[in-house]
């Protein structure tokens, strides 16, 4: 059975930084593609970074320059490294795994960015 768990998320004043980590089982990590999502109160979910089996990654133009997606697939897990954080990041971030027709999500997990 498939498990994404994340975790690193909290509260954290505007110009901080946070660490992401999503943990992967049951699954040949290496294989997969993967992301982070985020959604706010009142919003649809949107794709915050990805990062391909290879290694590319790509971003959202509200992050680019502040977060960067990474992976390690020898402890199957992606990290999402968010740093010079805005209120406006505050949302629910929620790690996704993609393969051909296999599509993944965790239980996502809280950032909240407040003074």
């Known amino acids: 059975q498939v498990q994404l768990v994340e975790s690193g998320g909290g509260l954290v004043q505007p110009g901080g930084s946070l660490r992401l980590s999503c943990a992967a089982s049951g699954m040949l990590f290496r294989l997969y593609a993967m992301a982070w999502y985020r959604q706010a109160p009142g919003k649809q979910r949107e794709l915050v970074a990805a990062?391909?089996?290879?290694?590319?990654?790509s971003y959202a133009d509200s992050v680019k320059g502040r977060f960067t997606i990474s992976r390690d697939n020898a402890k199957n897990t992606v990290y999402l490294q968010m740093n010079t954080l805005k209120p406006e990041d505050t949302a629910v971030y929620y790690c996704?795994?993609?393969?051909?027709?296999?599509?993944?999500w965790g239980q996502g997990t809280q950032v909240t960015v407040s003074s």
């Open positions: 996704n795994a993609a393969w051909t027709s296999k599509y993944y």
């Open positions: 990062i391909t089996d290879g290694g590319s990654t």
